[in-house]
């Protein structure tokens, strides 16, 4: 068996990339894991790429019975510090106070919201590696 799927304000999804929120990939991940739990797929192999491959990696860490392996492809690791980090103070005010940040580059144009880094003490890389222990490819 496998699925595949884009989480919300991506692909053909609905939604907006302006409410992505690392904690808002999971609850999509979970409901598919549980959508799969539902048809007897108990156990998951994962593969995700950029936030997908973020997404894939913290489900794994939450629930590792689970997850019996994970394939990531250039996992967005540190996205949300380093997005924060490369930011001047007036920028992260303008950001919280507005509520909006434009992402401009060769692959996207788009209004991300401030939920996407209000977030970011959630999910440090120290915490996901503390104790991994699911078999993992990185690419």
Known sequence: PFAAFDFRGHGATGGAMHDLRASRLLEDLDAVANFLKDRGHDRLGLVGSSMG???????????????????????AFGFLERRWASLTDDEREAW????????????????????????????????????WGTPTLIF
């Open 53 to 75: 491959g973020f997404a894939a990696a913290w489900f794994a860490r939450r629930n590792p019975a689970r997850v019996i392996g994970c394939v990531l492809l250039a996992p």
């Open 96 to 131: 919280e106070r507005t509520g909006r940040r434009r992402v401009a580059n060769e692959w996207v144009d788009v209004e991300v919201g401030y939920g996407l880094v209000e977030e970011r003490g959630d999910y440090p890389l120290a915490k996901l590696a503390d104790g």
